[in-house]
């Protein structure tokens, strides 16, 4: 199976989720407050992989009652986008990810910055979250794309390019407790399914635990219905990876996460040696790796 080299390099698969919560959460965590990289300003500018990005966001919608924590950059955005762009990436370097690949972000925020790096790796970028992020996250997708190509050199004089990658970058509203997961958030009919979900820091509150992972699973499971449809093909297709980061904040959050999506998944965390520095042990921050438990993985 294609994905052998990287389940190798993940280790031990987690069997127990509370020792898992435990040995996170016995070791020292930094504070990092909540986790915004600044809840005040109204722009922010960023460097992933020496590209330049100018993220607006919104302090007020962050303010109002409700669920609106995706209006702000988190501090773990910009060190995830950096760890999942970066070539020397376990998951680039055992064929995980690759430039055919197509990926689903749930809960993007409004920044799309995890997008705005992998998206010119990848054939195709689905940004998800709920509405009230789209004016910004379009906007946010609409000038660093614009900024991007304007770095491009004309072919003629007189001939600017077109706004860079409308088609393999684009943002869907998608509501974990109200949406269906369908093949049309792929935003193509040619392409029925996903090689990896991604879900950055969406790990903050008990009641949305289940939904969240029930859209995982959803998510991925459109590559099982796939190889269903299509039951006369007999090429071997690598299971859909959920590729979850988080900051670690409250050890009964994370638990309960954990033990919901061990229901659903194979779970491995991402080892050390295969992370960018910045997130490694005594940060505050974690990764892991998530595979359908009916879905094949080695």
């Known amino acids: 199976m294609a994905l052998t080299d990287l389940f190798g390099r993940?280790?031990?698969?987690?069997?127990?989720?509370?020792?898992?919560?435990?040995?996170?959460?016995?070791?020292?965590?930094?504070?990092?407050?909540l986790g915004f990289v600044d809840s005040q300003a109204t722009t922010i500018d960023l460097t992933i992989g020496g590209k330049d990005y100018t993220i607006h966001q919104s302090p007020t919608i962050l303010n109002r009652p409700g669920s609106t924590t995706g209006a702000v950059v988190w501090k773990i955005t910009?060190?995830?986008?950096?760890?999942?762009?970066?070539?020397?990436?376990?998951?680039?370097?055992?064929?995980?990810?690759?430039s055919t690949s197509t990926v689903l972000e749930l809960g993007c925020g409004i920044s799309g910055l995890v997008g705005l790096a992998l998206s010119p790796l990848v054939s195709r970028y689905v940004l998800t979250d709920q509405t009230y992020v789209a004016r910004l996250v379009e906007k946010n997708l609409e000038e660093n794309l614009v900024v991007k190509q304007k770095s491009l050199p004309q072919k003629r004089k007189g001939k600017s390019n077109q706004t860079a990658n409308p088609v393999k970058l684009r943002f869907a509203a998608l509501d974990w407790e109200l949406d269906e997961v369908t093949t049309s958030l792929t935003g193509s009919p040619e392409v029925a399914c996903f090689d990896a979900v991604i879900a950055c820091d969406c790990i903050y509150n008990d009641t949305l635990i289940e939904p969240l992972v029930q859209t995982c699973a959803d998510a991925c499971g459109l590559r099982q219905h796939d190889q269903e449809a299509s039951a006369h093909d007999d090429t071997a297709v690598a299971p859909t990876l959920c590729i979850v980061a988080q900051q670690l904040r409250d050890p009964e959050i994370f638990e309960g996460w954990i033990k919901e999506f061990s229901k659903h998944f194979r779970v491995w965390r991402v080892p050390e040696e295969t992370l960018s520095k910045e997130l490694r042990a005594n940060t505050g921050f974690v990764v892991h790796i998530g595979v359908l438990k009916d879905a094949g993985a080695p």
């Open 78 to 98: 910009p060190l995830v986008a950096s760890w999942l762009s970066s070539p020397d990436n376990s998951l680039w370097e055992t064929g995980a990810l690759s």
């Open 10 to 33: 993940l280790g031990p698969e987690i069997e127990d989720p509370e020792e898992e919560t435990f040995l996170l959460f016995s070791q020292e965590i930094p504070s990092q407050n």
